[in-house]
């Protein structure tokens, strides 16, 4: 298996520079949300809980920067969801017939979303009993 080494000139998709990749790639990344909205019912109701728990954080006698850690965790939820279901779709691009590394790489992916949300939980909690 002898393949050429890559180039970065190859890839058609490395060719915007400066304000140009910028603009295309806050275009694609708001694609990517527009989607994630609309397809996947985990990132909409983690982005509720972000919608209605924000709110909370900045009515807490907390620190700014413990409302910016509770905000922050709940982003990093959502930034994982993404990413769980970058790894889904990759998957499923490459089949649906059940494998068990897809399994294993889906389990993984959604493992790290638990996680997530418990760190979040951690955080909330935490400030929450320190406000008290």
């Known amino acids: 298996m002898n393949q050429e080494p890559y180039d970065i000139n190859q ?8 304000l140009n990749r910028a603009f295309h790639a ?3 990344s708001w694609r990517g949300l527009v ?6 019912s985990a990132f909409r109701q983690e982005l509720t809980l972000l919608i209605v728990l924000s709110p909370i954080a900045f009515l807490l006698p907390a620190s700014n920067l413990e409302k910016v ?10 930034a994982i969801e993404l990413l769980n279901s ?3 779709a990759a998957i499923d ?3 649906f017939e059940h494998h068990d590394l897809s399994k294993r790489a889906k389990d993984f ?3 790290a979303v638990m996680l997530a949300l418990l760190v979040a939980l951690m955080v909330w909690i ?3 009993l320190n406000t008290l």
Request: proline residues 3%; without cysteine.
């Open 11 to 18: 890839n058609p998709h490395k060719g915007n520079r400066g």
């Open 26 to 28: 806050a275009k694609n």
């Open 35 to 40: 989607f994630a909205f609309k397809e996947e």
């Open 69 to 78: 850690i509770m905000v922050g965790s709940l982003i990093m939820v959502l």
């Open 86 to 88: 970058s790894v889904e």
């Open 93 to 95: 691009r490459i089949s």
């Open 109 to 111: 992916g959604s493992a």
């Open 126 to 128: 935490t400030v929450i």
